[in-house]
């Protein structure tokens, strides 16, 4: 029997880096196109609900927290389990598709989140983050 010498051992060793390697950059490119992909459809939607607010010319500071729910709610982007959430720019929360006024009434200040500074500055607001109460990744 011949016994093996630990130079033998080099090409395992570089395979397993490399695929290491590779897989981590697979991974990070993976992530960033569908990132890329879903904020362009989520932008897409709220480019559609923007429209038909100016369509139907609403003013949301003149609205009530019911009235815009049942507008929320008469979305046909929301009817597929899709959440929309109207904050106004101070961070109050005016409106969620998902919520009643009771738990929109409980939210928080919005005002210090990612998405929503960016928003502001730009026009446009994206965050990425992990929700440990739905145990996923969430993109706002």
Do not use: C
């Not at 990132?35 to 038909?52: R, W």
């Amino acid at each position: 029997m011949r016994s093996f010498s630990r130079f033998q051992y080099i090409p395992i060793f570089a395979l397993m880096i490399t695929m290491t390697i590779g897989g981590y950059f697979y991974n990070r490119t993976l992530d960033s196109w569908l990132t890329n992909i879903v904020s362009s459809h989520m932008l897409g939607l709220v480019d559609d609900v923007a429209h038909q607010m100016q369509e139907k010319h609403l003013d949301l500071y003149d609205m009530s927290v019911s009235e815009i729910d049942i507008f929320l709610d008469n979305l046909s982007q929301s009817n597929s389990g899709r959440r929309f959430t109207i904050i106004d720019s101070t961070g109050k929360v005016l409106g969620d598709s998902q919520l009643n006024a009771i738990e929109l009434s409980q939210l928080d200040d919005h005002s210090d989140r990612s998405e929503v500074i960016m928003a502001l500055a730009n026009g446009e607001g994206l965050s990425k983050h992990f929700s440990p109460s739905l145990n996923q990744e969430m993109l706002n």
